[in-house]
């Protein structure tokens, strides 16, 4: 299956949508199939886009999801390509993939019927089982945890938002005189927060990215020289926070 799913990324989505990392994103992420139970809805908004392959043809077309009714159905766009809508019969089975926070999704369903007006749309089955493709390296948590950053700069207190393995988020508000504001990609600096049980840990960090939205500061840091220990308790933490959301 892993070689089966390097292939199929490679091909469609590392090239067609261009995604960051390329054939080193597809080769270090892990395919790992999730079935949908009652309760849960499809995680995707309108808007949303998307490519969509016939049953039984290599080619993938470009299409948008217009909305979604729970259970029932999807409703995309019609592709652009001459002679699809003789394709899009009720029942032909299609396979559909997206994107969504790092994350490829994909799933087989079938035609329920299509339409010209207002709009070329067509409808297919609400899927029964999701499969997806992680490409970060490292499974990644939303959380919103108090911590500082000790730099040269200073000190700058504030919280991490987003947390894996192998980096973070961290989210500052920040005043125009702030010397953090200063940071940049490559300078070092260290995290402090309480992301284990027993108190502060302290972590080494190297800068990567930063964004600024007035006075929001959002920095991306990756963990250096992170003893094996550290990085098997993170881990361990993610997994265990991970399966009460």
Known sequence: MGKAWVRWYDTIYCKELRIPGGDMAVNQGVAVAHRRHAGITLDVQPGTR???????????????????????YLILKMPLVPGIRSRMLPGEPLTVR???????IGFRTHVISQITKPGALVFVEYPDVLEQFELRTHKRLKC?????????LG??????????????????????SDPFRRIGAGDM????????SGGDSTLSCICRNVE???ATMIVGASFADLEAQDTKRLQEYIET?????
């Open 50 to 72: 998307m490519l969509l392959s016939v049953n039984g043809s290599d080619n993938r077309h470009g299409t948008e999801l217009v909305g979604l009714n729970p259970y029932e």
């Open 98 to 104: 997206f994107m969504r926070q790092g994350t490829i």
């Open 144 to 152: 919103l945890i108090p911590a500082e950053a000790h730099s040269p």
């Open 155 to 176: 000190v700058q207190r504030g919280a991490v938002v987003d947390l894996s393995a192998g980096g973070c988020k961290m989210c500052f508000e920040v005043k125009s």
């Open 189 to 196: 600096f260290v995290l402090r927060a309480n992301l284990f």
């Open 212 to 214: 600024m939205d007035r």
């Open 241 to 245: 926070v991970s399966s009460f959301l």
